[in-house]
């Protein structure tokens, strides 16, 4: 089949995205129209249908996306040269509620997890090493390197530490995002057995932490204060974790309801391409997963910024708008408090990639939550509560928004790309390209090709594909991530360091 040339996206859009690169002089019909393309114009990149004078919206995706920086003709390539962001500081919200129906029936489809004491689910039987201050790192990671010598990993799925550099020195909302933070990772259902290993003299003192896990797992938690240890800590450690590990590995998969599953929705280096192909199909299955039970969550709120509203209006309740507006203004004004402006957001290798201001990028990334009403907002730390579509407070910077889904109790992260990327933080980060050519280049990155839907297959069908690759990486195949054992943790840190 013959690839479309170019893509109108929604009927009242004043723009049509190239889904592969069209020459100047190249003539399109758009709406019955005749347009000639002024410029060279690059796949994943606007051309302008429509004139518009200085200071008129643009629209994409039925939304303005900024303004005409100069009177524009059709057939104009639509940059960040000529195109300026509508955003500025914080705003005044009403709520609108949106109820739409999602009409997915239930499958009654199941995974293989681990079904832990307390009734939570894990996707993976792995053994950790929590440092609760980086003082320690040292340690953990000699700790973890020989238990994988002696073990072989043989019976668990992996051992890891997760490396960090604070849990002191830090002051008020720091410190208390760092003991969450690590608290949450400590709780994590895909760890069969944790130990948390500590200094002793720390702000984030071992004692207080062990409290602030709650109701626990005394024979799969174990803690270690190594300055409290005569001689060898790492001795001493290697006895815990033998321990622990003869625990974890009679640990069994089995089936468990679909309604279980937490998947967590991220995007980074998006590309044009991002809301036409990944975001909307991770859109899709974040219905379908909502739709049998289960669970997603949306964080990276400033990259919410120009589609605040259509999540706004989604709320099941006027409590929930209200904690979504704060939600958002309180992002806008840690932006405004450090003297940086609120729509400053694009990256380089999203405006080569076709993104031109943060809006574009906005109506893009909020695809990635399809239809579903929000059911529970959470603040930074925060673990879930409830079952449905979930809005997390997190910057959008990659790791540290990850990190904030997986601690808030995600199974998997989706991660939508269109330049690529092959992190991971501390549970399977599957990368979902938004085109072929990054699919193919990148495949030892890639975990599934959402660029399928503009070589001409049917959303349903790509669709169905990608719940059963979830599926069977929450049963246990590995994400690329997992197989190249990139895998690590960034917390938020807003104020100073001692």
Same mark, same amino acid.
């Given at each position: 089949?013959?690839?479309?040339?170019?893509?109108?996206?929604?009927?009242?859009?004043?723009?049509? &995205?190239?889904?592969?690169?069209?020459?100047?002089?190249?003539?399109?019909?758009?709406?019955?129209?005749?347009? @000639?393309?002024?410029?060279?114009?690059?796949?994943? %990149?606007? &051309?302008?249908?429509?004139?518009?004078?200085?200071?008129?919206?643009? @629209?994409?995706?039925?939304?303005?996306?900024?303004?005409?920086?100069?009177?524009?003709? $059709?057939?104009?390539?639509?940059?960040? #040269?000529?195109?300026?962001?509508?955003?500025? *500081?914080?705003?005044?919200?009403?709520?609108?509620?949106?109820?739409?129906?999602?009409?997915?029936?239930?499958?009654?489809?199941?995974?293989?997890?681990?079904?832990?004491?307390?009734?939570?689910?894990?996707?993976?039987?792995?053994?950790?090493?929590?440092?609760?201050?980086?003082?320690?790192?040292?340690?953990?990671?000699?700790?973890?390197?020989?238990?994988?010598?002696?073990?072989?990993?043989?019976?668990?799925?992996?051992?890891?530490?997760?490396?960090?550099?604070?849990?002191?020195?830090?002051?008020?909302?720091?410190?208390?995002?760092?003991?969450?933070?690590?608290?949450?990772?400590?709780? %994590?259902?895909?760890?069969?057995?944790?130990?948390?290993?500590?200094? *002793?003299?720390?702000?984030?003192?071992?004692?207080?932490?062990?409290?602030?896990?709650?109701?626990?797992?005394?024979?799969?938690?174990?803690?270690?204060?190594?300055?409290? &240890?005569?001689?060898?800590?790492?001795?001493?450690?290697?006895? @815990?974790?033998?321990?622990?590990?003869?625990?974890?590995?009679?640990?069994?998969?089995?089936?468990?309801?679909? !309604?279980?599953?937490?998947?967590?929705?991220?995007?980074?280096? !998006?590309?044009?391409?991002?809301? +036409?192909?990944?975001?909307?199909?991770?859109?899709?299955?974040?219905?379908?997963?909502? $739709?049998?039970?289960?669970? !997603?969550?949306?964080?990276?709120?400033?990259?919410?910024?120009?589609?605040?509203?259509?999540?706004?209006?989604?709320?099941?309740?006027?409590?929930?708008?209200? #904690?979504?507006?704060?939600?958002?203004?309180?992002?806008?004004?840690?932006?405004?408090? %450090?003297?940086?402006?609120?729509?400053?957001?694009?990256?380089?290798?999203?405006?080569?990639?076709?993104? !031109?201001?943060?809006?574009?990028?906005?109506?893009?990334?909020?695809?990635?939550?399809?239809?579903?009403?929000?059911?529970?907002?959470?603040?930074?730390?925060?673990?879930?509560? &409830?079952?449905?579509?979930?809005?997390?407070?997190?910057?959008?910077?990659?790791?540290?928004?990850?990190?904030?889904?997986?601690?808030?109790?995600?199974?998997?992260?989706?991660?939508?790309?269109?330049?690529?990327?092959?992190?991971?933080?501390?549970?399977?980060?599957?990368?979902?390209?938004?085109?072929?050519?990054?699919?193919?280049?990148?495949?030892?990155?890639?975990?599934?090709?959402?660029?399928?839907?503009?070589?001409?297959?049917?959303?349903?069908?790509?669709?169905?594909?990608?719940?059963?690759?979830?599926?069977?990486?929450?049963?246990?195949?590995? $994400?690329?991530?997992? +197989?190249?054992?990139?895998?690590?943790?960034?917390?938020?840190?807003?104020?100073?360091?001692?």
């Amino acid at each position: 089949m013959k690839q479309q040339a170019f893509l109108k996206i929604n009927p009242a859009d004043s723009v049509v &995205v190239c889904l592969q690169p069209i020459a100047k002089g190249t003539q399109i019909e758009v709406d019955g129209k005749s347009i @000639i393309l002024l410029q060279d114009t690059p796949a994943g %990149h606007k &051309v302008l249908i429509e004139d518009k004078a200085e200071g008129e919206n643009i @629209i994409k995706y039925g939304y303005p996306i900024g303004h005409a920086m100069t009177a524009l003709k $059709a057939g104009e390539w639509v940059n960040e #040269d000529n195109l300026k962001t509508n955003l500025s *500081g914080k705003l005044e919200y009403t709520y609108n509620p949106v109820d739409e129906k999602l009409n997915i029936p239930c499958e009654n489809r199941t995974f293989k997890g681990y079904v832990r004491k307390n009734g939570d689910v894990g996707v993976r039987n792995e053994v950790w090493i929590v440092p609760t201050v980086g003082c320690v790192n040292g340690i953990a990671e000699k700790l973890a390197e020989k238990l994988r010598e002696e073990t072989k990993c043989e019976g668990i799925d992996a051992v890891y530490t997760w490396h960090h550099n604070y849990g002191c020195s830090q002051l008020s909302d720091d410190h208390e995002n760092t003991r969450k933070v690590l608290r949450d990772l400590v709780l %994590h259902p895909n760890a069969g057995a944790v130990l948390v290993l500590s200094l *002793g003299c720390e702000n984030n003192q071992p004692k207080d932490f062990m409290e602030m896990l709650g109701d626990y797992d005394k024979d799969r938690i174990k803690l270690l204060v190594t300055q409290d &240890v005569d001689g060898d800590e790492v001795e001493a450690g290697m006895e @815990i974790l033998r321990d622990l590990y003869k625990i974890a590995k009679e640990d069994k998969r089995e089936d468990v309801p679909v !309604s279980k599953l937490r998947i967590g929705l991220k995007c980074g280096g !998006s590309d044009g391409f991002s809301g +036409i192909t990944a975001n909307p199909l991770v859109g899709e299955l974040s219905d379908w997963l909502v $739709a049998q039970g289960g669970t !997603s969550i949306l964080t990276e709120v400033p990259e919410m910024f120009g589609a605040e509203t259509i999540l706004m209006n989604r709320c099941e309740t006027k409590e929930l708008f209200e #904690d979504t507006v704060k939600l958002v203004n309180d992002f806008k004004e840690y932006f405004l408090s %450090h003297g940086e402006p609120v729509g400053e957001n694009p990256s380089p290798g999203n405006k080569k990639g076709g993104i !031109s201001t943060l809006e574009d990028k906005a109506l893009g990334c909020t695809q990635k939550c399809g239809r579903a009403p929000v059911s529970g907002v959470l603040g930074y730390g925060d673990r879930l509560q &409830v079952n449905g579509l979930n809005l997390l407070s997190a910057p959008g910077n990659d790791l540290v928004a990850s990190t904030a889904l997986a601690s808030a109790g995600c199974h998997i992260v989706l991660f939508t790309t269109g330049r690529g990327t092959p992190f991971g933080t501390f549970v399977p980060t599957m990368k979902v390209a938004t085109n072929p050519t990054l699919a193919s280049r990148k495949s030892n990155w890639i975990d599934f090709n959402a660029g399928q839907l503009i070589e001409g297959k049917d959303m349903l069908t790509v669709r169905n594909e990608f719940i059963d690759k979830v599926l069977a990486v929450a049963s246990g195949e590995p $994400a690329r991530n997992e +197989i190249n054992g990139y895998r690590e943790i960034s917390i938020f840190k807003n104020g100073v360091t001692l």
